[in-house]
């Protein structure tokens, strides 16, 4: 059933989408909860909701190894893509485990050697890149 100015048609891709969704993640072995760590809305996706932002579910895509870009033509009746190695999140690009890692980094960087501490600054730099090439994936038209 369509909600809010959804049509039927798009409520029907949507619907579409969750199942393709749901059945890549049960073939990875994952749980929802797993993929839920992500940020996903997993049971709105499920419901074909259309509450649910493009960016989240170019997330989910990213999750289980699509390629987030082939969104547009999955909902138009396509299929997914597989992700390519430079599209699938580095664990640094996680806010979660940045926070963790950051926390971990602060406690131990007076005793780094600079080879370490370059390794570090090496990573925050790929997370930064990775995060911001994301947002820009997320305003695109």
């Given amino acids: 059933m369509p909600t809010g100015h959804q049509s039927e048609d798009e ?5 579409r989408l969750g199942r393709l ?3 890549q993640r049960e073939a990875l072995g994952k749980s929802q909860v797993e993929v ?3 940020g996903v809305t997993y049971q709105k996706i499920l419901a074909g909701d259309s509450s649910v932002s493009e960016r989240t ?3 989910a895509f990213r999750v289980i190894g699509w390629d987030p870009t082939s969104l ?3 909902l138009a009746g396509g299929n997914p893509r597989p992700a390519s190695p ?3 999140p580095a664990p640094e690009s996680d806010p979660r485990v940045a ?3 950051g926390g971990m980094v602060a406690s131990g960087w007076p005793a780094m050697t600079e080879q370490e501490r370059q390794s570090v600054r090496d ?4 997370a930064h890149r990775r995060l911001h090439r994301e947002d820009d994936e997320d305003n695109a038209p």
């Fill in 11 to 15: 409520a029907g891709s949507r619907r």
């Fill in 21 to 23: 969704i749901d059945e």
């Fill in 36 to 38: 839920a760590k992500h």
């Fill in 57 to 59: 579910l170019r997330r």
């Fill in 72 to 74: 547009p033509g999955v």
């Fill in 86 to 88: 430079d599209s699938t």
């Fill in 99 to 101: 926070f963790e890692v």
């Fill in 123 to 126: 990573a925050a730099e790929r």
